[in-house]
């Protein structure tokens, strides 16, 4: 046998055997990772919700001037531009219209939707055409446009504990947004309010960071659909950045109160009540963030690099950049160009600054070719930017920053409307009940009294049309208590109504409703939280007629109500229900049972506050998760 063709042959053969060996194993290897790709796929960190828009944002960013990318990280107010031509000659990357800046031409959906629309087309037709950010508070509802349907604040929200509820809300709310243009709310406020002597505590969903971290994620999804490239979705703002609902009294902007003040807590209590809303919404797809006018141990938010950087953006992974709160950036230091260098620097991205946006843009100039503030830094707040507005499809190739006309035949609709009605309902919270509750709507004689029962105004709380809302008929669209109850009674069932109470001796029964006077932020703070003394009286006088009463309570936070509580029969507490006052009735007239639950521990004094569940307090007034069916 020749060996060496033998040994040539064996060896073939053995390569032949090590060929195909090693093609096994090389097979079984592909297939072993090919499946360990997919077994571990989801354990590698999916692409970061922004990583997409890289590239694109990238080759803008390349192409602009230092002036241009200054620009870009500066918001505007609508009422405060001296001139329009300032978007495009300030290059500016957003406008927004806080609260009571309205269209110089009346506040209707068409004025709304002209004024977006004329802004968006100077920003589009500069030299890059990047289209700016319009933002607004539409915090329940499109809430700054006459005959949109305001929806329940947050805190009856929070009472109503329905997430699939408040997700449904941030999408009539975007779709009503829409109507007009505008694609930037300043929502969902992810605040948790430790004491309601606070002016802001109906915009936060709870005392408890869970069920506010819940109803923000839902808010904020709601809000910004399955795409916030959507034509129907706005993009969302988490907001304040952190402990804005944690301030210790006497360290507010008015000097007595607690808005704008200081949370003084050591870092695991901030942490586990306010910062712990912020993954989830992060998570949820969260791509602006408003940092807080209040301080953390002394520390303005606004120019803190440890809150803003390290942790929001590092820690946190937060992609998308920050704005700033209306003027706060001033807050940070006595001297305003000193003031933006420590904001910027601590990871500021965007300024709100709604009259000195020129002067913002000079300083920041100043402080970028003195070195003070890298260009590295203005790089990455303009990049962060950038890759926001490319997530919003505002560089696309068919991008149309008109409002669609579509949209505006579904504004202030009766869908709408059936949504919000059945958020007022599940937001009412039934606190006492003797049996008078529910009404019976065939009674011979129903007595209405409070002027509450006749006001919109107040049954829908600041943040309405006005920054402070106000009293009266504010809107149209609308249906009070007292005209839900007229358009809810039988035939035979007569109605009389009386704002102080007259006249309710010889009714079957009596509904009074009192309230509050809409407020807005350090407007609100308020130390004693009483009832107004109208309010009490009205509530003795009917009680002294012996007709039994049913007492419904507007209010922006739990108040302090034991001797109207004593004087009711039934009491239920409807928060600020906004525009729907026949979800009201619904539950008032028993044709839906309330379900309500306190998402709010109730005081039975103001010496008790602050007081919150799980904080070794006892002996509130109603605890936390607190409410009747019936
Ligand atoms: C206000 C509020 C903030 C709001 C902003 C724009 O001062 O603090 O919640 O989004 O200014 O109106």
């Known amino acids: 046998m020749n060996y060496a063709r033998n040994f040539n042959a064996r060896n073939f053969k053995a390569r032949n055997f090590n060929a195909r060996y090693i093609s096994m194993r090389l097979f079984q290897s592909a297939a072993f990772l090919f499946a360990s790709c997919l077994l571990i796929s989801p354990l590698v960190a999916e692409e970061l919700p922004l990583q997409k828009h890289d590239t694109v944002a990238r080759s803008i960013l390349a192409k602009m001037t230092t002036d241009e990318k200054i620009g870009q990280m500066i918001q505007a107010d609508t009422a405060g531009l001296v001139d329009p031509k ?87 709310t975007a779709l009503e947004m829409r109507a007009s243009g505008i694609h930037w709310t300043f929502a969902p406020c992810v605040t948790v309010p430790r004491d309601e002597r606070w002016g802001r505590t109906y915009e936060g969903f709870s005392e408890d960071p869970d069920l506010v971290a819940r109803l923000g994620v839902a808010s904020l999804k709601g809000l910004q659909g399955d795409n916030v490239s959507d034509p129907t979705s706005v993009l969302g703002c988490a907001k304040h950045f952190a402990g804005d609902g944690g301030t210790i009294p006497g360290t507010g902007k008015n000097g007595w109160g607690w808005d704008q003040g200081d949370t003084k807590v050591d870092e695991e209590t901030f942490r586990r009540v306010h910062l712990s809303t912020y993954p989830p919404v992060i998570a949820a797809g969260a791509l602006t963030i408003m940092p807080s006018y ?15 950087t390290d942790v929001l953006k590092k820690e946190f992974g937060f992609e998308g950049f920050l704005i700033s709160d209306w003027e706060a950036i001033k807050q940070v230091d006595p001297d305003f160009k000193t003031a933006i260098g420590i904001s910027i620097n601590a990871g500021m991205d965007m300024a709100m600054e709604p009259t000195a946006y020129r002067e913002f843009y000079d300083n920041l100039k100043a402080l970028v070719q003195e070195g003070t503030v890298p260009m590295s830094r203005i ?65 011979k004689r129903i007595h209405v009294a409070g002027a509450a029962a006749d006001d919109l105004g107040i049954q829908c709380g600041g943040w309405t049309i006005d920054w402070q809302g106000k009293s009266g008929d504010v809107t149209s669209g609308g249906t009070t208590v007292l005209d839900a109850i007229k358009s809810s009674v039988g035939p ?76 009711s029969d039934a009491f239920i507490a409807a928060w600020l229900p906004g525009t729907e006052g026949l979800g009201v009735t619904d539950i008032l007239f028993g044709d839906h049972k309330p379900t309500g639950k306190l998402s709010f521990t109730w005081p039975r004094s103001i010496d008790q506050l602050p007081i919150n ?6 002996n509130p007034l109603f605890p936390f998760g607190f409410g009747l069916t019936e």
Request: hydrophobic share 35%; net charge negative; with cysteine.
């Open 492 to 567: 035979d069932t007569e109605v009389t109504f009386s704002a102080d109470g007259a006249g309710a001796e010889g009714a079957d029964v009596a509904i009074i409703v009192i309230g509050e006077q809409p407020y807005a932020e350090f407007e609100g703070d308020n130390k004693e939280l009483e009832l107004s003394a109208e309010n009490q009286a009205v509530v003795q006088t009917v009680h002294d007629s012996g007709t039994p009463t049913v007492t419904v309570l507007f209010s922006g936070r739990p108040m302090i109500i034991n001797e109207s509580l004593e004087n």
């Open 294 to 308: 209040s301080s953390w141990n002394g520390l303005k938010c606004s120019g803190n690099k440890y809150l803003l």
């Open 86 to 172: 300032d978007v495009a000659d300030y290059h500016l990357g957003s406008i927004l219209s806080g609260g009571g800046s309205d269209p110089a031409a009346g506040n209707s959906l068409q004025n709304w939707t002209q004024l977006y629309e004329s802004l968006q087309q100077r920003a589009v037709s500069t030299r890059l055409g990047i289209p700016i950010l319009f933002g607004i508070d539409a915090v329940h509802g499109h809430n700054n446009v006459l005959e949109a349907v305001v929806f329940p604040h947050n805190i009856g929200l929070g009472c109503s504990g329905n997430a699939d509820l408040v997700q449904e809300i941030g999408r009539m």
């Open 613 to 618: 569940h799980n904080d070794g307090k006892t």
């Open 379 to 443: 790089d990455d707040a303009v990049l962060r930017i950038l890759k926001v507005k490319a997530a919003m499809g505002l560089f696309a190739d068919d991008y149309d920053y008109r409002a669609n006309p579509e949209l505006q035949q579904n504004f202030g609709s009766e869908e709408h409307r059936t949504v919000a009605r059945q958020a007022v309902r599940e937001s009412l919270v039934l606190l006492k009940n003797d049996g008078t509750f529910p009404v019976d709507k065939t009674a």
